[in-house]
């Protein structure tokens, strides 16, 4: 977690956007607190706009992305033993879209109405799990 501390990504202001990509690798048992741990080390500055988290292998999203108040896109993909959102994610009132992909416990959390984490996100215009927006979901039942 030093390693990723001395990156300073909080200190990077004019920084719009950020892709955090973790090497696939089989599960080793320490793979999930590393992911964690190196995770909320690298905090970026407050001014991101863009957000994408690839085969994170973490049970949690990071603490500072609730920090995130310039976040309009947050897209989460491969990340298989992600098991919901941070409930501080609602306060993020720039964030328009948010894309989850082949994460299937918080793919099934983030359902429109149904799932745990709908309360937290239902303010995102564009919410996508797996390709189905649920967005249109709401749009077509009511017509």
């Known amino acids: 977690m030093v ?24 599960d080793d048992g320490e793979t999930e607190c590393y992911d964690d741990m190196s995770l909320e080390g690298l905090q970026p500055h407050p001014n991101l706009k863009r957000l994408r988290l690839v085969d994170y292998m973490g049970v949690r999203i990071p603490s500072w992305v609730s920090s995130l108040a310039s976040l309009q896109s947050l897209e989460i993909w491969s990340c298989p033993n992600l098991t919901s959102l941070p409930q501080e994610i609602r306060n993020l ?42 967005e249109q979901e709401t749009v077509s039942s009511e017509s």
């Not at 390693?3 to 090497?23: F, P, S």
């Not at 099934?108 to 215009?125: S, T, Y």
Request: glycine share 4%; with cysteine; charged share 25%.
């Open 3 to 26: 390693e990723c501390k001395a990156t300073n990504m909080k200190g990077k202001q004019h920084l719009q956007e950020l892709r955090l990509q973790w090497a696939y690798m089989w």
């Open 93 to 134: 009132t720039s964030l328009k879209q948010l894309r989850i992909y082949e994460c299937p416990l918080l793919g099934q959390r983030c359902k429109r109405q149904i799932g745990e984490d709908w309360p937290f996100i239902a303010h995102v215009p564009f919410v996508y799990v797996d390709e189905q927006n649920q």
